[in-house]
């Protein structure tokens, strides 16, 4: 054999074994994102899923004790009942979008395992009402620390 | 007024940009140095008005001058006064001056240094430095002006991105773009190379320090980037596989393959080709990261087209390649090697190994960040792959990576012959199998820790054993043993810079072999006086206080920390930003070089009875931050000018 041919030969083996490490890479992590219409059309329990939506007003339950947290994501056509065990994120709540990753069940709800909250960038202006609510909230706080 | 003032120097500045460009080209056709020298004059005058751009629009922010909607839109009356510094490339526009900026300083230490040195190179590669400055101030008039006037002027501002109020955010972009712009100047040589049809190794020599000054601030810029990752965005990682990261780390990977390929030319007169492709493939990349993370397609494929930014930088991108590979098309002759291999035993073997896997790794983040744009537009689904995917297909590489650390520098040129095999690398391989050996008995029952353990030792013990054998050898001349180590290392100090880095990296990859295999964690939620224990220690839930800053408010929890007697106070909150639709986690920690433990304060009972918490105890972090320092005093090390050219 000539040394170019081994070279070849021996490149051929690299991009071979990093073509196939990048196949079954992706196979195995690749997660699909969905909507709430789409994953109630087609949802095949244990699969991961990636699923965007709004957190409906009123659905939201958290249970700090037991770290439960539950809600209904909706893309405005269908609704998908979630659980998860956890904090919601910082950005995470009523009426907001919201990004999860985890897989839909058999008995019928969708299990996150991640909550990603989306931010939104719009320009909000500064002294609006919120702050009236953190006042009173700081005024509590203050009267309780140590 | 300040608005139109600069945007007004910064059309000049397009203008003389533009000029000197063209001035350099043509001077370096017809071999008119007056045409060069008034490109230089072009070059002077286009750092003179972006400094004075940049300077104004710091002015700006320092005097909350709100007429210019950049300053409106980034600080307000409350942003202390050193994050107002900063907050002038906190984001989009600002970031682009930045870079500018930088590229100009670097183009005018071009001038300083190469202007008599290399005669038939430098006008051509001033040539490409004003275009590539010509591209950027283009982007800062009509894509992303800083300098636009807000009508009418508000009375307050917005406020910077409350997560960039932190010291990292000094430095890390400052560091990752003088990386970048840094890239620049290599690739700027290698068209004048390819130009000029000198395609020698003299572009090489002159850009080496160059290429190693970008790698050095890359580096840094990403280690800076993930200590902010740790310490202030509250997941307990440093490192997410994020797109943003990802642009950084592609450029990365390929400069440092171009920073070790370049040995074999200088040394065999191999990889002509390859040396000029990588430096095309890096700067490249760093055009595709800013494209990528500034222009919204990673959000979706359809967003990028709402701006100009992404065209923009999509078709300079495009431009660059297209020029490039003309460029290398024409001079295909003269670029192919004169030197050969000669056997897979070999230094430059293992180097090219190197280089292969290098890329390789290149290539598989380049393909997970973008698989989802691209399975959106092929198929019409939003598919991702996440850190699995990356962890997956790049752990083995870097393993290999690291191995090769150990054999490269150590096998001989050419054909290893197995006496000197065995001389070199008998003791490396029997310590690294002792250590994985070691490791098993003292618990360790992961493949991947026990590989990695054996691997880092076996290069390690290279390193020692290179390092004594030139020792010895100086010993034998009769220098006395410090002086010889010292001298070793300031003559030759590209060759130990290098291994510097190799001990730096070796002890980054203990790092993150620890944290992932050992860091543990857990959330709950806790009354006052309550207690969670976690890997030995127990974190006490004292209360909550809160504090009036100048541009927030902040709920602080205080939690005792103890493993049988008291460590400490962890005091983690919450900011709330008025700008902000939600507050934003403040972490606390306790470093340590075995483990840190790592409190984030989650949601909390409004009368401060109860707070849910995440802790974490995460194991050998901070020697991802000792190995980054020593990383960098390598390259620094290696940066220095060389009193002793090495045979």
């Known amino acids: ?146 | 007024m300040t608005a139109d003032l600069g945007y007004g120097m910064t059309l000049v500045a397009l203008g003389l940009a533009l000029y000197g460009g063209i001035a350099a080209g043509a001077g370096a056709r017809s071999g008119r140095t007056a045409l060069i020298e008034s490109a230089q004059h072009a070059a002077i005058g286009v750092f003179v008005l972006v400094t004075s751009c940049f300077a104004l629009l710091t002015y700006a922010f320092l005097t909350f001058d709100f007429s210019v909607r950049y300053v409106a839109t980034n600080t307000n009356l409350g942003t202390p006064f050193y994050y107002r510094i900063t907050a002038v490339w906190g984001a989009l526009e600002g970031s682009i001056i930045l870079w500018a900026w930088m590229l100009t300083l670097y183009t005018i230490i071009l001038i300083v240094r190469h202007r008599v040195g290399a005669r038939e190179l430098y006008p051509w590669a001033l040539a490409t430095m004003l275009g590539i400055l010509a591209f950027f101030l283009l982007v800062m008039t009509v894509a992303a002006p800083p300098f636009q006037r807000q009508m009418p002027v508000p009375a307050d501002g917005r406020g910077l991105n409350p997560l960039l109020e932190d010291t990292g955010m000094i430095t890390h972009p400052v560091a990752l773009y003088l990386g970048f712009t840094g890239f620049s100047v290599p690739f700027a040589f290698a068209m004048a190379a390819l130009i000029t049809g000198r395609i020698g190794d003299t572009w090489l020599v002159l850009t080496r320090r160059w290429t190693i000054v970008a790698w050095y601030f890359l580096s840094l810029g990403l280690l800076i980037g993930g200590w902010w990752s740790y310490h202030v965005l509250g997941w307990g990682g440093y490192w997410a596989w994020d797109p943003v990261e990802n642009a950084a780390f592609m450029p990365w990977l390929t400069g440092t393959a171009f920073l070790h390929s370049v040995m074999i030319q200088e040394r065999r007169r191999m990889l002509r080709l390859w040396n000029i492709s990588l430096v095309i493939l890096t700067f490249g990349l760093t055009l595709f990261g800013t494209f990528l993370t500034r222009s919204g397609v990673i959000a979706s494929v359809h967003a990028f087209t709402q701006g100009s930014i992404g065209i923009l930088f999509l078709s300079f991108l495009a431009l660059v390649l297209l020029t490039a590979l003309g460029l290398v098309a024409w001079r295909w002759e003269a670029l192919r090697s004169e030197g050969e291999l000669d056997s897979i035993v070999s230094r430059e073997s293992a180097f090219l190994l190197n280089n292969v896997f290098l890329v390789a790794a290149a290539f598989t983040v380049f393909f997970g960040t973008v698989f989802p744009l691209l399975s959106e537009a092929v198929r019409g689904v939003k598919v991702s792959v996440g850190a699995p995917f990356f962890n997956q297909v790049n752990v083995p590489l870097f393993l290999s990576l690291v191995f090769l650390m150990g054999v490269g520098p150590l096998i001989a040129w050419r054909r290893a012959s197995l006496e000197s095999l065995k001389r070199n690398f008998l003791w490396p391989v029997a310590l690294g199998i002792v250590a994985a050996a070691a490791a098993f008995a003292l618990g360790v029952r992961s493949l991947l820790a026990a590989l990695t353990f054996a691997t880092t030792v076996f290069v390690a013990v290279t390193i020692a054993v290179d390092f004594t054998r030139a020792t010895r050898a100086r010993l034998r001349v009769g220098e006395s043993l410090l002086p010889a180590m010292g001298g070793l290392l300031l003559r030759h100090n590209r060759r130990y810079g290098g291994f510097v880095v190799h001990l730096g990296i070796l002890i980054i990859a203990l790092g993150v072999m620890g944290s992932h295999a050992w860091s543990v964690q857990t959330e709950t939620t806790l009354h006052r006086g309550e207690s969670a224990e976690l890997a030995g220690y127990r974190f006490r839930f004292d209360g909550l206080t809160a504090v009036e800053e100048s541009n927030h408010f902040k709920v602080i929890g205080a939690f005792t920390v103890s493993n049988g007697r008291v460590l400490g106070v962890l005091r983690p909150a919450k900011k709330f930003y008025p700008q902000e639709q939600a507050p934003i986690a403040y972490v606390d920690y306790r470093l340590g070089l075995r483990e840190d433990l790592y409190l984030v304060l989650g949601d909390f009972a409004r009368d401060g009875s109860q707070a849910t918490i995440k802790l974490q105890v995460n194991r050998l972090v901070s020697w991802i931050w000792i190995g980054g320092l020593v990383l960098t005093l390598g390259a620094l090390l290696a940066i220095l000018p060389e009193r002793h050219r090495t045979a």
């Open chain 1, 1 to 146: 054999m000539t040394r170019r041919r081994k070279l070849v030969i021996g490149g051929l083996v690299i991009a071979g074994a990093l073509a196939y490490m990048i196949y079954a890479g992706v196979t195995q992590s690749a997660v699909y994102f969905v909507t709430p219409s789409e994953l109630r059309g087609a949802a095949v329990p244990g699969k991961a899923y990636r699923l965007g939506g709004m957190v409906v007003p009123g659905s939201l339950k958290w249970e700090p004790r037991s770290l439960d947290l539950s809600f209904t994501l909706s893309d405005g056509t269908a609704t998908v009942p979630v659980r998860h065990k956890g904090t919601p994120p910082d950005l995470f709540g009523e009426g907001r979008g919201a990004v999860l990753e985890g897989n839909w069940t058999a008995d019928g709800y969708f299990k996150a395992s991640l909550i990603m909250a989306k931010h939104s960038e719009e320009y909000k202006a500064p002294h609006d009402t919120n702050q009236a609510g953190y006042r009173e909230l700081f005024k509590t706080l203050r009267g309780e620390g140590r």
